[in-house]
């Protein structure tokens, strides 16, 4: 593990649709009181999404957070300069290392069309993730977590963590499926 800066910058009171003119062009995960939808961040600015409560929107190098309740608009990214200069500028992360991981999505991959892949299985559903995946795939949201050191008792934590991609997911090591 190496050292590694996460720079946080926040700005409060934005609709959903001033929070997303500041994300990066990528992926939006939209939460509603009646379903969750991944776009991309562009299908988020030039639409309006009823009853969108929380919005995080991602690439590779910066995730946005937006929550309605206060319009509380957060950027993080390893790279300064992406900060927006509206923004204020809050406490950076100074991580003793960082760990990239990911979420695996339910459902195996059944369609590839137009760049989107369709996830599907009989207990819960389908759901279209970007990214084209071979049938019968596994995909995963990636991340990375900002691991960081307790001054006071020396432990390790995860002070934050930052969404970054779809990718096939890889098999369990050593065991079976």
Not at 60 to 85: F, K, N, Y
Not at 101 to 127: C, F, H, N, P, Q
């Amino acid at each position: 593990m190496t050292g590694t800066t996460l720079h946080v910058a926040a700005c409060d009171g934005l609709t959903f649709t001033e929070a997303m003119e500041s994300a990066p062009d990528g992926f939006a995960l939209l939460t509603t009181p009646w379903r969750y939808a991944i776009v991309t961040t562009a299908e988020a600015r030039r639409s309006t999404f009823q009853g969108v409560f929380e919005a995080r929107a991602f690439d590779e190098h910066t995730e946005l957070r937006w929550l309605q309740d206060s319009g509380r608009t957060v950027l993080l990214t390893e790279d300064p300069t992406a900060l927006p200069p509206s923004f204020t500028p809050c406490d950076p992360v100074n991580a003793a290392g960082t760990v990239d991981g990911g979420y695996l999505l339910w459902g195996k991959a059944v369609m590839t069309s137009d760049g989107w892949t369709t996830l599907t299985t009989e207990r819960i559903g389908s759901l279209r993730v970007p990214g084209e995946f071979g049938r019968g795939d596994r995909v995963e949201l990636t991340t990375r977590e900002y691991i960081a050191h307790d001054s006071a008792h020396g432990n390790a934590y995860i002070a934050e963590e930052r969404l970054l991609s779809f990718e096939v997911s890889e098999p369990l090591r050593g065991g079976k499926v």
